[in-house]
C-alpha cells in the first residue's frame, strides 16, 4: 500500500514539476507577445513563428549570461552546486524593455558562445545534447 501511494504521489510531484515549466514557458511567451494579451490575432504561421523565435532567442541569450554569471562566480571562490541552478529559471524579465528603444550594430561581431564551461563546484560540465 505505502510503495503504491509512494510512487503515485512521485509521479504526481514529478507531473506538477513539469506543468509548472509549461505555464511557466507560457506565461512568459504570452508576456513577449503584448498587445490581445498574448491572444493570436490571425491565423498566420509566419507570425506565430516571429513570436516562437523571439521568445527561444531570448531565453537562449537569458540562459548564457546567467551561466557565463555562474562561471565568474565559481571563479571568485562561490561554491555553485546543481541544486541552486536546478531552481534558477530563464523566464525573468526585469531587465527587458517590451516598449524601448534598441539600436542594432550590424557591425559588431558578438563574443563566441562558451558551450561548455564548467560551473559547479564539484567539476561537473553539461554538455548540451547535439542533435
Known amino acids: 500500500m505505502w510503495r503504491s501511494w509512494c510512487g503515485a504521489y512521485l509521479g504526481a510531484s514529478t507531473i506538477h514539476a513539469a506543468t509548472n515549466k509549461s505555464e511557466s514557458f507560457d506565461d512568459f511567451v504570452k508576456w513577449l507577445a503584448f498587445g490581445g494579451d498574448g491572444v493570436i490575432a490571425e491565423n498566420d504561421r509566419a507570425e506565430q513563428r516571429k513570436t516562437s523565435s523571439t521568445s527561444t532567442c531570448l531565453i537562449f541569450h537569458i540562459v548564457c549570461t546567467m551561466t557565463l554569471a555562474l562561471y565568474k562566480l565559481r571563479a571568485e571562490?562561490?561554491?555553485?552546486?546543481?541544486?541552486?541552478?536546478?531552481?534558477?529559471?530563464?523566464?525573468?524579465?526585469?531587465?527587458?524593455?517590451?516598449?524601448?528603444?534598441?539600436?542594432?550594430?550590424?557591425?559588431?561581431?558578438?563574443?563566441?558562445?562558451?558551450?561548455?564551461?564548467?560551473?559547479?563546484?564539484?567539476?561537473?560540465?553539461?554538455?548540451?545534447?547535439?542533435?
Do not use: C, K, M
Request: proline share 11%; hydrophobic share 40%; net charge negative.
Open 77 to 131: 571562490g562561490l561554491p555553485i552546486e546543481p541544486e541552486t541552478v536546478a531552481a534558477l529559471s530563464p523566464y525573468i524579465r526585469a531587465h527587458i524593455s517590451r516598449f524601448g528603444q534598441y539600436t542594432l550594430d550590424l557591425s559588431r561581431t558578438p563574443a563566441p558562445i562558451a558551450y561548455e564551461l564548467p560551473i559547479f563546484t564539484n567539476g561537473i560540465t553539461v554538455v548540451a545534447a547535439s542533435e
